[in-house]
């Protein structure tokens, strides 16, 4: 239900429709911010300097655009996962990155987008590089497949509500009924891959690693470059990683 207009504090409804942007856009500047949400450039670039003060926007390096600051990935952060958890989880990505080699993350499903937990990055000269608090879209990833197979087709259909999804890269898949049909086959094998989906050239595979809600739910996801990530190095990657995520629990 919306709330009446009469009861709605302008200032903070419009901190709030800026909040949720940070869900589908890495960088933010502050003239898209105004022409997203129909605003002024003078109250947008007021808002997230507000926003930036109170850490939940962090202004880029280059000085043109804002991203999630680190208040916002914390609220973002399922629910549960506390210092024991994140240390079990710790431990698992540990065995995970020493068994497969590569670059290893945790990644968790935050409405539509998936968001890397945590993660240890590979020793190769050539490897996938970690991006901690980095959000992707889930239906372009290993890890956000995973977890929305984890979902009842209802519930993935109420995160899509309209048939075609956005091309990441020439390889995402554009369609709710595609989506579908993949997260059955992800559901079948008991891992998704991901072929260059949400990065060109990034191959991944992923299996569940935690949560029995869709509030706690982790996935394990061990990512490389297309050369060391054919078919066979990703099913048995798989393999792999389901051996260390059944440390999480046991591990102490």
């Known amino acids: 239900m919306e709330p009446a207009r009469d009861y709605t504090i302008e200032s903070l409804d419009t ?8 869900l589908t856009h890495d960088v933010l500047t502050v003239s898209e911010a105004a022409g997203l949400l129909s605003i002024g450039r003078s ?14 926007a962090t202004r880029e390096s280059s000085g043109r655009g804002y991203s ?15 210092a024991p958890v994140r240390e079990q989880v710790g431990a698992v990505l540990e065995d995970a990155a020493r068994r497969t080699g590569e670059t290893v993350l945790s990644a968790a ?17 050539v490897r996938v590089m970690l991006e901690r608090g980095r959000t992707r879209p889930a239906h372009a990833t290993a890890g956000g497949k995973l977890l929305l197979s984890r979902m009842t087709a209802e519930q993935v ?12 890269t020439p390889g995402t898949l554009t369609s709710r009924p595609e989506l579908l049909a993949e997260l059955g086959r992800v559901r079948d094998r008991g891992y998704a891959i991901g072929r260059g989906e949400s990065v060109p050239g990034l191959h991944a ?8 809600t869709w509030r706690d739910r982790l996935a394990l996801v061990a990512c490389a470059p297309a050369a060391r990530g054919d078919e066979a190095a990703l099913e048995r990657r798989a393999g792999e990683l389901h051996r260390s995520a059944a440390r999480f629990g046991a591990t102490g």
């Open 109 to 125: 499903l935050i409405g539509d987008q998936v968001l890397v937990t945590d993660g240890r990055e590979s020793g190769h000269p």
């Open 43 to 56: 109250t947008a670039h007021r808002v997230l300097s507000t926003l930036e003060g109170r850490g939940f």
């Open 68 to 82: 999630a600051g680190p208040e916002l990935v914390r609220l973002g952060r399922p629910a549960g996962f506390g």
């Open 157 to 168: 259909c109420v995160l899509y509500p309209r048939e075609k999804l956005d091309a990441v």
């Open 205 to 212: 595979v992923a299996v569940p690693l935690a949560g029995a």
């Open 15 to 22: 901190g709030l429709r800026l909040m949720r942007l940070f």
